[in-house]
């Protein structure tokens, strides 16, 4: 099924709808606190939706151990509202007490891969479950690495057995930010583990060599070249739960849902095929 990004401003309108899109996604360091609208309209709408929980600020990437009290904070949440899936990024974003308002590239080496992976070991034990792993939107790569991004990734599920976050857009920015062959990456992927798939739109710039740039910015339409990818994977993986990310310049609900239905009548089109296919088998 097909699901939206949840925010504030749509609250009321998706509490007076008969028919919801298939699930909602918050970010859940936007709901640790007790008390409130938020809580209030979330557990309202929990009550009759799927919900998926989609953390941001753990650094599953960075050198410092993961901070225990946002830990034990996303416990009590995953335990309030029993989301479906909880996901993550494969990133730091803070250092030494210090917190970065930015989702940073880990380098893919041996290092990296023991500190995410052990990260990774201590979320799901503290969350009592599998999570999921978001593969990044890059816009450099390290001389450091020994890893490729899809080795570096198909390892880390491997040895914590976390799922994977498919997300598209980000497989599309990446890998024509780094000149990849998009579809040898993502078949190298470990693509039994994903759980969940991300589409999302970017902003199209230029570097300072004039070379294509994109930027995972979250504030427009999936591009067409991602709705192709994402067609892509779904032939590859059949219909996945698909999140539309829609998080800066947030359009009006109609739109917003127009996404969703475009991800969802993809998916429903492609059981019909397959269902014709197997019926002439």
């Known amino acids: 099924q097909a699901g939206v990004g949840l925010k504030p401003q749509h609250f009321t ?3 007076g709808m008969a028919s919801r899109p298939g699930f909602f996604e918050v970010h859940a360091e936007n709901f640790l606190v007790d008390g409130g609208p938020l809580p209030h309209h979330l557990a309202r709408l929990r009550e009759t939706s799927a919900l998926s929980l989609h953390g941001v600020g753990l650094s599953l990437g960075g050198l410092d151990p993961l901070d225990g009290g946002h830990l034990q904070s996303l416990r009590s949440l995953v335990a309030r509202y029993q989301p479906a899936e909880f996901s993550e990024h494969l990133a730091w974003s803070s250092h030494q007490g210090r917190f970065l308002n930015d989702l940073l590239p880990v380098p893919y080496d041996n290092d990296a891969l023991l500190r995410v992976s052990a990260h990774l070991d201590h979320l799901q034990n503290a969350l009592g479950r599998s999570v999921l792993l978001e593969n990044p939107a890059t816009y450099v790569e390290f001389s450091q690495s020994t890893y490729s991004e899809e080795d570096f990734i198909s390892e880390v599920v491997r040895r914590s057995g976390c799922g994977l976050l498919l997300d598209v857009n980000n497989a599309y920015v990446s890998g024509t930010n780094h000149g990849r062959d998009l579809h040898a990456y993502l078949s190298a992927l470990p693509l039994a583990a994903v ?8 902003h199209r710039d230029v570097d300072s060599l004039g070379f294509p740039l994109l930027v995972d910015h979250h504030g427009s339409p999936v591009d067409e070249a991602v709705w192709e990818l994402y067609g892509w994977v779904l ?11 829609w998080d800066n310049d947030v359009p009006p609900l109609p739109r917003l849902l127009e996404e969703a239905g475009r991800a969802q009548s993809l998916m429903a089109g492609l059981a019909r095929n397959r269902s014709v296919a197997d019926g002439r088998a």
């Open 13 to 15: 309108a998706f509490l």
């Open 195 to 202: 759980r969940q798939v991300h589409l999302a739109g970017f």
């Open 235 to 245: 032939r590859r993986l059949g219909p996945l739960p698909t999140l539309i990310e």
